[in-house]
Every structure is written in structure tokens, then in C-alpha cells.
Nanobody, 120 residues
Framework: QVRLVESGGGLVQPGGSLRLSCAAS????????MSWYRQAPGKERELVAA????????NYADSVKGRFTISRDNAKNTVYLQMNSLKPEDTAVYSC?????????????WGQGTQVTVSS
């Protein structure tokens, strides 16, 4: 059984910062690309940030570039999302994703999500 558990969400004022964590267990964490998605009420789920299995490449949505940073610590089986200069439009449920592509198909796992609310 693969398990991903997010933490670090909460209520923050505009301009504030928050760090999300995603702890993984029961699979080869270092073999998976990791990413953060978010979904706001009435909107489709969107990719926020992604990082390759070795941490050598990252990618961000245009809306968060320069404000968010994704990182991973393979020794701790954990991926992080540092969020700075938060805006009300960042309010959403943030979910952690693990993906590994092999010859037989794609392995894709999700956490339950953590709520981030940006409000004054």
C-alpha cells in the first residue's frame, strides 16, 4: 500500500508564507516524480509545481513562478512546497502526487489534500 500524507495547510493573510509537506511511505520514493496540484471550488484541478525523481528539474505554473518553490528530500521520503507572497486566489485544496512511468504503464498516487486559505 502506497500512502501520501500532506500537512502544513491553514489560514494565512495575503502576503504571508506557508510551507506544505508531503510524506510518502511504502514505495520507492526516489523513483517517483513528485508534484503539487491544487483545486479551488468551481475550478479544475491544476498543476502547481513538479520535481523530477532526482530533484534536478522543476516546473511551475505561471501563476506561482517566483513565489513558490518545490523541493524534495529523498532521505526523508518527503516533498515540500514553500509558498511565499500568498494571494487570495491561491486558496485551494493542495494535493501531493507521485508518478512513475514504467514499461507496463504509469503508477500514479495521490494524497488526501490539505486546505490552504488566504484571506484578510
Amino acid at each position: 500500500q502506497v500512502r501520501l500524507v500532506e500537512s502544513g495547510g491553514g489560514l494565512v493573510q495575503p502576503g504571508g508564507s506557508l510551507r506544505l509537506s508531503c510524506a510518502a511511505s511504502r514505495f520507492s520514493f526516489s523513483s517517483f516524480a513528485m508534484s503539487w496540484y491544487r483545486q479551488a471550488p468551481g475550478k479544475e484541478r491544476e498543476l502547481v509545481a513538479a520535481i523530477t525523481s532526482g530533484g534536478g528539474m522543476t516546473n511551475y505554473a505561471d501563476s506561482v513562478k517566483g513565489r513558490f518553490t518545490i523541493s524534495r528530500d529523498n532521505a526523508k521520503n518527503t516533498v515540500y512546497l514553500q509558498m511565499n507572497s500568498l494571494k487570495p486566489e491561491d486558496t485551494a485544496v493542495y494535493s501531493c502526487n507521485a508518478r512513475r512511468v514504467v514499461t507496463g504503464g504509469t503508477y500514479d498516487y495521490w494524497g488526501q489534500g490539505t486546505q490552504v486559505t488566504v484571506s484578510s
